[in-house]
């Protein structure tokens, strides 16, 4: 509606950084459990390094959602433009929690 | 009981290469999920890739845990000793499925 809600996508969300540090030590999680298996390390010990990273990953999405809901949907709402990050969103959220 | 079961835990699986070249991909994935968001890309589609990470992650434990069924759990019945390799298995599972 007024100038304060110019912005458009690109502008940094709160969470941004802390969002791509989350993602840095998945990708460092995930490189280190190829290595155990290669190793032939115990198959419940990949198994459970497996779920630690989907933990760690739900949580990233919480967080980037979270981002989402106060910075996209919020000034979206304002400009009267909510429809389409809406759709956007609830195909995500299908797509996330299925 | 025979020759025909004393590998161990280091045995290969019938699918480990196939594990490890889809955690290769599920690592480059989160790579660029990270790329993606450091670069100010639109939420929803970083949560799209990040379900589809998560799905990645959830086939994959799958795969490990089928081979993990056929390889280690049959031998460690034939062996007799079940017990050990079912509790860590038990314990993996509790992990996951929370």
């Known amino acids: 509606m007024s100038e304060k809600h110019e912005h458009n996508h690109n502008h940094p969300h ?3 950084q802390k969002v ?18 290669r190793n032939g390390r115990d198959c419940s010990e990949v198994l459970l390094q497996i779920a630690a990273v989907r933990k760690a990953l739900d949580n990233t999405a ?3 959602l979270k981002d989402h809901l106060e910075g996209c949907v919020v000034e979206a709402v304002h400009k ?7 759709s956007d969103l609830h195909k ?3 797509h996330y929690l299925k």
């Open 14 to 16: 709160k969470h941004t």
């Open 20 to 37: 791509v540090n989350r993602l840095a030590r998945i990708e460092g999680h995930v490189r280190s459990i190829k290595d155990m298996t």
């Open 62 to 64: 919480k967080l980037l």
């Open 80 to 86: 009267g433009n909510e429809k389409e990050v809406l």
């Open 92 to 94: 995500a959220l299908d």
